[in-house]
């Protein structure tokens, strides 16, 4: 099928193994897969925004090649006190890591495209570009750029950057971010609390014409706790994903299933920010053959299909 088709992405939040998302990418690619509109939540909402910015999949090849994921590690002074420092940082700063290195590091990678605000990614005052986020304040599900206008701030005019960094702020991980609005504030946290894999976001037909790709990771439902993990951080990051899970956004249907691009995650857990370049090899390989599988899949259901048609 050499023709251009069109799709809108939505990609799951699963931290490290975004890797895996690319490595699909780079082969929907080749197949003349292009993309009209994006969402995401956490490391979903990164990819999401790189090709909203028009970043190919080889150029993220690219960077993925140059990143030392530990520098996303970044800590403040609490964090370096011997012992409990870690501690200390939960108790007063909400989080282990401050989460600033990661968001200077899109931002600076955004506006090498010259895009910086949901302004840049939109087209007749819509913005192409959704990331998913939670206010844990006022208890509900942020959709930026959209839910902005809630909070009195120009949707438009909001830095991408900021809104990425709110969606991938793992609780407890790193720190919240407090979003200032008019005379108030609210602690705004990853969106996988809420809604982890907003498939159905662009299902509106008045408003998006284009039929949707989702990218998910597979056994991402296994929890850590039951694989043996049982540190205060793995505990913590089930009683996220557990919330994630429960939502009514996270139940798939058969239709849902159809059009969803199951990668596997080689093991990897979505905070091993240690990866070893050749696991990082190997989780991107693996995203390539799920999205090879799926679409070889994909074209056979469309021939029967035809060839009903005809027959009948």
């Given at each position: 099928?050499?023709?251009?088709?069109?799709?809108?992405?939505?990609?799951?939040?699963?931290?490290?193994?975004?890797?895996?998302?690319?490595?699909?990418?780079?082969?929907?690619?080749?197949?003349?897969?292009?993309?009209?509109?994006?969402?995401?939540?956490?490391?979903?909402?990164?990819?999401?925004?790189?090709?909203?910015?028009?970043?190919?999949?080889?150029?993220?090849?690219?960077?993925?090649?140059?990143?030392?994921?530990?520098?996303?590690?970044?800590?403040?002074?609490?964090?370096?006190?011997?012992?409990?420092?870690?501690?200390?940082?939960v108790l007063k700063e909400k989080g282990i890591y401050s989460g600033e290195y990661f968001e200077n590091w899109i931002k600076e990678l955004?506006?090498?495209?010259?895009?910086?605000?949901?302004?840049?990614?939109?087209?007749?005052?819509?913005?192409?570009?959704?990331?998913?986020?939670?206010?844990?304040?006022?208890?509900?599900?942020?959709?930026?750029?959209?839910?902005?206008?809630?909070?009195?701030?120009?949707?438009?005019?909001?830095?991408?950057?900021?809104?990425?960094?709110?969606?991938?702020?793992?609780?407890?991980?790193?720190?919240?971010?407090?979003?200032?609005?008019?005379?108030?504030?609210?602690?705004?946290?990853?969106?996988?609390?809420?809604?982890?894999?907003?498939?159905?976001?662009?299902?509106?037909?008045?408003?998006?014409?284009?039929?949707?790709?989702?990218?998910?990771?597979?056994?991402?439902?296994?929890?850590?706790?039951?694989?043996?993990?049982?540190?205060?951080?793995?505990f913590l990051m089930d009683i996220t994903s557990t919330m994630a899970t429960v939502s009514h956004d996270q139940i798939l249907t058969k239709?849902?299933?159809?059009?969803?691009?199951?990668?596997?995650?080689?093991?990897?857990?979505?905070?091993?920010?240690?990866?070893s370049k050749q696991k990082s090899i190997d989780l991107f390989k693996v995203g390539y053959k799920a999205a090879s599988l799926f679409w070889?899949?994909?074209?056979?259901?469309?021939?029967?299909?035809?060839?009903?048609?005809?027959?009948?």
């Amino acid at each position: 099928m050499d023709t251009i088709q069109r799709y809108n992405a939505v990609f799951e939040g699963g931290g490290i193994r975004g890797i895996g998302i690319i490595g699909a990418l780079k082969f929907l690619h080749k197949c003349n897969i292009e993309w009209e509109n994006f969402a995401g939540t956490s490391v979903g909402s990164i990819i999401a925004a790189l090709l909203a910015a028009n970043y190919t999949p080889q150029e993220m090849q690219d960077i993925l090649s140059e990143i030392n994921y530990l520098d996303f590690l970044d800590t403040e002074n609490l964090h370096r006190v011997p012992l409990i420092g870690k501690h200390l940082s939960v108790l007063k700063e909400k989080g282990i890591y401050s989460g600033e290195y990661f968001e200077n590091w899109i931002k600076e990678l955004l506006m090498k495209k010259e895009i910086v605000t949901f302004e840049d990614v939109s087209y007749n005052g819509i913005s192409k570009l959704k990331i998913m986020a939670t206010d844990i304040t006022l208890k509900r599900k942020l959709l930026l750029p959209d839910d902005l206008i809630y909070y009195g701030i120009d949707p438009m005019k909001f830095e991408i950057a900021k809104a990425i960094r709110m969606s991938i702020s793992i609780p407890f991980y790193f720190k919240p971010v407090k979003f200032q609005y008019s005379n108030n504030f609210s602690y705004i946290v990853d969106g996988a609390v809420c809604c982890n894999y907003p498939l159905r976001i662009f299902d509106d037909k008045n408003k998006y014409s284009q039929p949707t790709l989702g990218f998910k990771f597979m056994n991402s439902d296994l929890s850590l706790t039951s694989q043996g993990k049982t540190d205060a951080m793995s505990f913590l990051m089930d009683i996220t994903s557990t919330m994630a899970t429960v939502s009514h956004d996270q139940i798939l249907t058969k239709e849902d299933e159809e059009r969803t691009i199951f990668i596997p995650t080689n093991g990897v857990d979505a905070t091993d920010f240690n990866i070893s370049k050749q696991k990082s090899i190997d989780l991107f390989k693996v995203g390539y053959k799920a999205a090879s599988l799926f679409w070889s899949n994909t074209i056979e259901n469309e021939v029967t299909d035809e060839n009903t048609t005809t027959a009948s």
